[in-house]
């Protein structure tokens, strides 16, 4: 009988508790590991928290995020459409540290990064140059380098797995959130910016200056929510009814926003995203959301919702002051650039150029009001498209910049398609969003920090991630060369084959 079949392990000479020397050393915890298990288990989930703060970077990304929706306090520019907020601010620490791990060899770009964004920034660097007030177009300048060209790159440094995206995609649904809830309290108590002589419009924390800006926060949270709950089922039962709850929270908060762009621009993205999961889904989907229509018809009345969607069908042959003033100014755009075709005016210059070549029916400014700031009269300072905006201020070679750069987020999404990935969805959908948004708007205000980290998140994506750290194996596991024995040397297998 042997010592196997009777449960006994003979002792070896030199080893601990019956194992072999080799054994011993294999599973002698190191020192640091020792200490951290002698300690209270509150003290170490603290010092991991701790560790995971210092070493996951894309925390910074996510900080980025909510500063965003701090109120800047001011009035929207300065007359010039320059306006710095705590966003902004917070982007110039995320641009340096992703800087410092990139001159400290802790992270390099990826390639497909360089050949993306580079062609870009000197593209924008060109038309500047070109411009025909140079002084006036830095500023423009350093505003597009910073949100098409630093932040995004910046995200893509500091974002190098799953669990980063998860942290950046997860600040951007809480900010989301946190905008809806103030704006249809804004709505409900009537302190949001006023339309049709009520203050009914929910605005969240930026204000009748930034009228557009919550829901565009609002609407990129709605896409990552509805990315997570096409997938919630994988996390438990009661995951698809908390992310349909939070979908019923943001689209609430959209409809009070009454910015029929955004609802364009979001039933577009939402609409891919639910293509490319499941089709059917995607019928069913639409169905309810009719019936959710009619419903909500016969509640409203001839509310504020029911005659904003009426506008976007009437727009075409009717249209309201504010979409005639875009057709002006959208002619207007198109007129310069005829005149100006390969690096247009300079950025920035826009306004100097516009009287010249618009309508007489074009109107002198927009209208604001709320409790907070009062009335104001908004000048128009572009097009109100972001195609037609850099066609005519930089010309064909700052678009084709700009197209490059999008186009290679697009081309690297398409490689790396995983239509059961919600990563993959939200960098899809994002882009769709942007892309139809920006037939009609353009970039301005506080939200363009929070578009520059999607369009870098999105990136990320799209030029790969490494692999999960947390699923990785941990090399302190893994036992030294000196500790496992020289295959070559090991007795032979049952059979008489050797190792």
């Known amino acids: 009988m042997t010592e196997r079949s009777e449960g006994m392990r003979l002792p070896f000479p030199g080893g601990v508790g019956g194992r072999p020397p080799q054994a011993a050393r294999m599973t002698t915890l190191p020192r640091h590991r020792a200490a951290a298990a002698a ?14 703060l210092r070493g996951r970077p894309s925390w910074l990304v996510a900080v980025t995020v909510a500063c965003v929706g701090v109120p800047s306090g001011g009035d929207g520019g300065d007359g010039t459409g320059v306006q710095v907020t705590a966003g902004d601010v917070a982007s110039v620490v995320l641009v340096a540290a992703a800087a410092l791990l990139v001159a400290t060899r802790r992270t390099a770009p990826p390639r497909r990064a360089l050949w993306a964004f580079a062609p870009a920034a000197a593209a924008f660097g060109v038309t500047t140059v070109a411009s025909t007030d140079i002084a006036s177009s830095m500023s423009g300048f350093v505003r597009d380098v910073q949100i098409f060209v630093l932040v995004p790159l910046a995200v893509v440094l500091l974002v190098r797995d799953r669990r980063d995206l998860g942290i950046v995609f997860g600040s951007v649904l809480g900010l989301g959130l946190g905008e809806a809830l103030y704006g249809i309290s804004q709505s409900l108590s009537g302190t949001g910016a006023s339309i049709g002589g009520e203050n009914v419009r929910a605005v969240g924390t930026f204000g009748a200056a930034d009228v557009m800006a919550m829901s565009i926060v609002v609407g990129f949270a709605c896409l990552v929510l509805t990315a997570f709950a096409l997938v919630a089922p994988r996390y438990g039962a009661a995951a698809v009814p908390a992310a349909l709850a939070g979908l019923g929270v943001l689209a609430l908060a959209l409809l009070l926003a009454l910015s029929r762009g955004s609802w364009i621009a979001l039933a577009a993205a939402v609409a891919l995203m639910l293509l490319v999961f499941d089709r059917w889904l995607a019928v069913k989907a639409a169905v309810c959301c009719a019936a959710l229509g009619l419903v909500a018809l ?6 504020e919702v029911v005659q904003r969607s009426a ?33 247009g005016v300079g950025v920035k210059n826009f306004p100097a150029y516009r009287d010249a070549y618009a309508g007489i029916e074009l109107s002198s400014g927009s209208e604001t009001d709320d409790p907070v700031n009062g009335y104001r009269r908004q ?28 186009g290679a987020i697009l081309w690297g999404l398409w490689t790396r398609r995983d239509v059961r990935d919600p990563f993959w969805l939200i960098g899809a959908a994002f882009m769709t969003f942007l892309l139809v948004n920006f037939l009609y708007a353009d970039m301005g205000g506080p939200t363009c920090v ?3 980290v999607l ?21 302190a596991a893994v036992p030294d060369r000196a500790a496992v024995p020289d295959r070559a040397s090991a007795p ?8």
Not at 319 to 337: C, E, F, K
């Open 455 to 475: 369009l870098g998140a999105a990136a990320r994506r799209a030029f790969g991630l490494a692999p999960d750290r947390a699923t990785a194996p941990d090399r």
């Open 311 to 343: 506008s976007i069908v009437s727009s075409v042959n009717a249209p309201d002051q504010s979409v005639s003033d875009r057709y002006n100014l959208w002619a207007a755009a198109g007129r310069i650039w005829t005149d100006h075709p390969v690096t």
């Open 298 to 303: 016969g509640l409203l009345g001839g509310g």
């Open 450 to 452: 929070l578009t520059g």
């Open 379 to 406: 000048p128009l300072l572009s097009p109100h498209d972001e195609y037609l905006l850099i066609l005519s201020e930089q010309g064909v070679v700052g678009f084709a910049g700009f197209a490059g750069l999008l």
């Open 39 to 52: 300690r209270p288990h509150w003290t170490v989930r603290a010092g991991g928290v701790l560790a995971d």
């Open 492 to 499: 032979d297998r049952p059979g008489g084959t050797r190792g």
